[in-house]
């Protein structure tokens, strides 16, 4: 590998917990290495000269430390399992939370819960 190849940050945000970089011909930025712009050295530094958030990076360093992912973006549930025969099972309506009363043990909802004492001994259970 060329110790002449770079990749060009954009450090100016990230994707979750990942680095963008600038996208093959300057078509905007990208997560995915493999659509990444590689640059030269000097390529690299007069971008970076031009607009400091612009960060160089070794190339060889970057692609050592990559790793697939997959961008939910870019995939779609029904076009995957078409002609599978797979069908997802519905999520099942979430019950609401319970919390018992500090004082008494009793189950407590509603405005009670948030907003004054419990009706039966009268303990302060906001949180």
Request: proline content about 6%; some cysteine; hydrophobic content about 30%.
């Amino acid at each position: 590998m060329p110790a002449d190849e770079f990749y060009l940050q954009d450090s100016r945000s990230y994707v979750g917990n990942d680095m963008l970089f600038w996208a093959k011909d300057g078509k905007g930025y990208t997560t995915d290495m493999r659509l990444a712009h590689v640059y030269t050295k000097e390529q690299a530094v007069a971008k970076h000269r031009s607009r400091e958030t612009d960060i160089p990076w070794p190339k060889a360093y970057i692609d050592a430390r990559t790793r697939p992912a997959v961008d939910m973006q870019y995939v779609k549930r029904a076009e995957a399992l078409a002609g599978t025969g797979i069908e997802l099972t519905k999520p099942r309506p979430k019950r609401p939370d319970t919390v018992n009363c500090a004082g008494c043990g009793r189950f407590i909802g509603g405005t009670e819960r948030y907003l004054g004492d419990c009706s039966n001994c009268g303990t302060d259970n906001r949180p």
